[in-house]
């Protein structure tokens, strides 16, 4: 995706009449003028987009307020470094396709060259036979000559290409393995909380872009304090891994579970409504605290352990922090009522008010 040409791509009078419909957009809804945010609203008003309009009309049509803030997660969304990111792999790919294909082209053109090189040997054999002039015989030895090294030209060419391919092959596998390394957590091997941060904002962005659900599970041990000072913190480092792998299994699609730190572990539910997220968070909380936990070492057992999970659920155009918070006090009131239960923001909704 490329930056509209706002300068040419309208007359004049059209040009003026988007950037006035532009500026009064934002005004209404007190959004700065700013080059970022000006690009988004012209490009809403000139049509030039329609995702963008159509996230733009899920938030008006949601009654959500377009603030400063949502409007710069547009412009990211659609206009940042990431879009070009996508074309430079893009291109990277079709570049070291392109290699392979000169390779492939270089080994048959080597084939040929050397197929031409024994039908010009067997041509100089049959004219010396033949009590041809020696002068002949002598300009084909010629040929024969450069041929060969026309050979070992190619051949020296052919060997560089591959090497050339390959290290940009292995450089592509480094990268992607130090990305891998950097969004993933080095304990339990699920998703960090650098990988958290990213893929809910792209989730909501996805959400409103598509008009889907997205739900959140904040999931947390109970008495994992405890549990580290009477058993050890190595065997606390085997529970967390435990509850990764469990999550891992549980979750499907494109859930996302994470480690958010600490004892604290976090589910990105993308396209789940609240009661679909606190079915799965059930699933998590029974499947953990109905397994006694063994240790095989010395054959020993150590209890059971339980989690307490609090759901939030995504509102169009609302801060990221907000949804987490929300998941957090659901969380928290989890843990206040008594732990090893699954609290949505909806069960704190109906307990928000009571006769005393």
Do not use: C
Not at 109 to 117: E, I, L, M
Not at 125 to 142: D, H, N, R
Request: proline residues 2%; without cysteine.
């Amino acid at each position: 995706m490329t930056t509209p040409d706002l300068s040419t791509s309208d007359s004049f009078e059209q040009a003026l009449e988007f950037a006035r419909a532009a500026l009064q957009g934002m005004t209404t809804h007190s959004i700065a003028p700013t080059p970022e945010n000006f690009l988004v609203w012209y490009t809403h008003i000139a049509g030039r987009n329609p995702n963008l309009s159509h996230m733009i009309s899920i938030l008006a049509d949601n009654n959500q307020e377009i603030t400063n803030s949502i409007s710069r997660d547009i412009h990211d969304r659609f206009f940042t470094t990431s879009v070009e990111d996508d074309a430079l792999h893009e291109t990277a790919e079709r570049i070291n396709e392109e290699l392979k294909h000169i390779i492939e082209y270089m080994d048959k053109a080597g084939g040929d060259v050397t197929k031409y090189g024994e039908t010009l040997h067997t041509v100089e054999g049959e004219l010396s036979s033949g009590g041809e002039p020696v002068g002949l015989g002598e300009v084909i030895a010629k040929v024969l000559t450069e041929t060969r090294k026309m050979e070992d030209i190619n051949n020296k060419l052919e060997q560089k290409l591959t090497d050339s391919t390959s290290e940009v092959s292995q450089l592509r596998e480094d990268l992607e393995d130090m990305r891998r390394e950097t969004l993933t957590d080095a304990l339990t091997g699920i998703s960090n909380r650098k990988m958290f941060d990213m893929e809910l904002r792209r989730a909501a962005r996805d959400a409103m872009e598509n008009g889907s659900d997205l739900s959140l599970l904040m999931i947390d041990i109970d008495f994992f304090k405890k549990f580290n000072d009477t058993f050890g913190h190595q065997v606390g480092d085997e529970v967390l891994k435990l509850l990764a792998g469990t999550l891992a299994k549980t979750v499907k699609g494109t859930d996302i579970p994470v480690r958010y730190g600490g004892e604290e572990f976090a589910v990105i539910l993308p396209s789940t409504n609240l009661d679909g997220a606190y079915s799965v968070g059930e699933a998590i909380r029974t499947r953990i605290s109905t397994k006694k936990l063994i240790n095989r070492q010395t054959n020993t057992s150590l209890g059971k352990i339980t989690v307490s999970v609090g759901i939030s659920q995504f509102d169009y155009g609302e801060r990221i922090s907000d949804f987490i918070r929300r998941a957090d006090q659901a969380l928290y009131t989890a843990k206040k009522l008594g732990r090893n239960r699954v609290i949505s923001q909806i069960d704190m909704e109906k307990d928000a008010l009571s006769f005393d």
